[in-house]
């Protein structure tokens, strides 16, 4: 923010990065080497929908969109917070098929004028921890093109020991979140 | 629909802002030059000053939950409240403020802080009561742009030109008092001195009460502006509007004695807290009247 928007007082809405999602297969391989977590074929898409018919109509158009895959299933589901999430579950679970439409969807949003209502984006990872069945999503936060580590524990609780580990396993492929406090919690997002 | 956004700069409100901002510089340097005019020693009224704004500027945050009797909440006692604000510091990609519960039936919220990095958002219990969870996303962007367009830093910048004139008309007082205007000891100097003097007041006090007009003028603006930009942030004009609406219109039902209490806080608030039969001359308004704000956010729910 420039002294001009401070003295003005405004705040130009923050575009999206969409580009440094394709960061994530090559990220995926190397967590599933280093922890066993595997891609589980679905990816989800959280905007913040717009009021009026404009935001409906590109929200059929990407449901369209994804369709098109005969093996890809869609979902449209709103959060608690009022969120929607655009998911996708492929059938195989080929990190790049779930990034590409991950990607046809942004890109569909944003194309419509919603480029600034995107949120984050989530890809599922799950495995056997540690004796234990394991769910991680990788969150790719647009406004900052960066990614973090979610896992869930059930009732509102975070297995952060898990997230710091997945986050050394990611290494270099991926630009990882390096502030924490931004790592906020998606509870009851779809694919973990 | 243009690529880079889907509503359209309001440019009569940056022409407003900018106007202000500039008349306030202009008083501030009319200001300067009485003083050294003056003769009085420039080095003590800035020291004094200065030590007014910076008391202001660094402990703002800390007097205002005092005030309002609020406490830091932490994530684990209020986990929607957080995750609002989780969210909508994500989507603008500003850092997370501190969070805040004030105990008080009064619906309302307010952001204090220097910088977005010191902030701080309070809510009253009585605004999380009343509001739908869109209704409450709308209030709480509206806070976090005051903390983006550093509201609290600003407005204690320009209210500094208020203290400074009005020291200046303290000193001149002083200085009468006691004798010995001006650096000419001569008789023929001393019989003009009077005059001089008055005058000298006379124009501190005017420099002193415009300034005044124009900051609540300013105030004005930058409440219309974090109307604008929480929209921009949210997608969603009407939930603000209904918001606004409803604490407005809730204010009015809630006992007088509550509303006696938080007036003071005004400039903090979302919305201005009046007690029924005190009437506010617009001109001293720190805030927008509901019907402009409503109208403007009308407008963007039309274009979008």
């Known amino acids: ?192 | 629909m243009s690529r880079r956004g889907r509503y359209a700069a309001d440019r009569g409100l940056t022409t407003r802002m900018l106007l202000v901002v500039f008349l306030l510089g202009l008083l501030y340097v009319v200001g300067m030059g009485l003083l050294i005019g003056y003769g009085v020693s420039p080095l003590l009224v800035i020291v004094v000053a200065g030590g007014f704004f910076a008391f202001q500027y660094f402990a703002s945050d800390r007097v205002a939950l005092y005030a309002m009797n609020a406490r830091l909440v932490e994530p684990a006692e209020a986990p929607e409240l957080h995750g609002v604000i989780d969210r909508l510091c994500a989507l603008s990609d500003t850092p997370k403020p501190r969070v805040a519960v004030a105990d008080v039936d009064v619906p309302n919220a307010f952001a204090t802080g220097r910088s977005p990095q010191r902030a701080v958002v309070c809510v009253t219990t009585g605004l999380l009561r009343r509001l739908e969870p869109d209704e409450l996303e709308g209030v709480l962007a509206h806070e976090l742009s005051h903390v983006a367009h550093r509201d609290v830093a600003v407005m204690t910048v320009a209210s500094f030109l208020g203290v400074l004139a009005g020291l200046i008309t303290r000193f001149a007082l002083h200085a009468t008092m006691f004798g010995g205007v001006g650096r000419g000891r001569s008789d023929s100097g001393k019989g003009n001195a009077l005059p001089v003097i008055v005058a000298v007041v006379l124009v501190s006090a005017i420099v002193y009460a415009v300034s005044f007009l124009l900051i609540r003028a300013l105030s004005r603006y930058r409440e219309l502006s974090a109307d604008r930009t929480a929209a921009l942030l949210t997608g969603r004009p009407s939930s603000l509007a209904a918001a606004l609406t409803k604490v407005t219109g809730q204010m009015s039902q809630v006992p007088t004695r509550d509303l006696r209490a938080a007036e003071p806080f005004n400039a903090f608030f979302f919305s201005p807290a009046h007690a029924t039969g005190f009437s506010l001359s617009s001109l001293f308004a720190t805030h927008p009247p509901l019907e402009q704000r409503l109208a403007q956010l009308a407008s963007m729910a039309q274009a979008g």
């Not at chain 1, 989800?44 to 994804?66: D, H, M, N, S």
């Not at chain 1, 059930?154 to 991926?174: P, Q």
Request: net charge negative; proline share 5%.
């Open chain 1, 1 to 192: 923010m420039g002294l001009l928007d401070v003295l003005l007082g405004r705040q130009k809405p923050v575009p999206a990065n969409l580009d440094a999602l394709f960061a994530l297969p090559a990220a995926g391989v190397g967590l599933q080497a280093a922890t066993g977590l595997a891609p589980t074929g679905v990816g989800a898409v959280c905007i913040k929908p717009g009021e009026g018919a404009v935001f409906t109509a590109a929200q059929t158009e990407v449901t369209a969109l994804l369709r098109l895959d005969e093996d890809t299933v869609v979902d449209q589901t709103r959060d608690a917070f009022g969120y929607l999430w655009t998911t996708a579950r492929t059938g195989d679970d080929r990190l790049a098929d779930v990034v590409t439409a991950l990607h046809a969807a942004n890109t569909t949003y944003e194309r419509a004028g919603f480029g600034t209502s995107l949120l984050c984006s989530l890809v599922g990872f799950a495995g056997e921890v540690d004796g234990r069945q394991a769910s991680v999503g990788l969150v790719y936060l647009y406004k900052r093109g960066t990614t973090y580590p979610f896992a869930p524990l059930g009732g509102e609780k975070r297995d952060t020991a898990l997230e710091l580990r997945v986050r050394a396993a990611l290494g270099e492929d991926v630009r990882v979140e390096p502030d924490l406090s931004r790592w906020f919690p998606v509870w009851g997002a779809p694919g973990l």
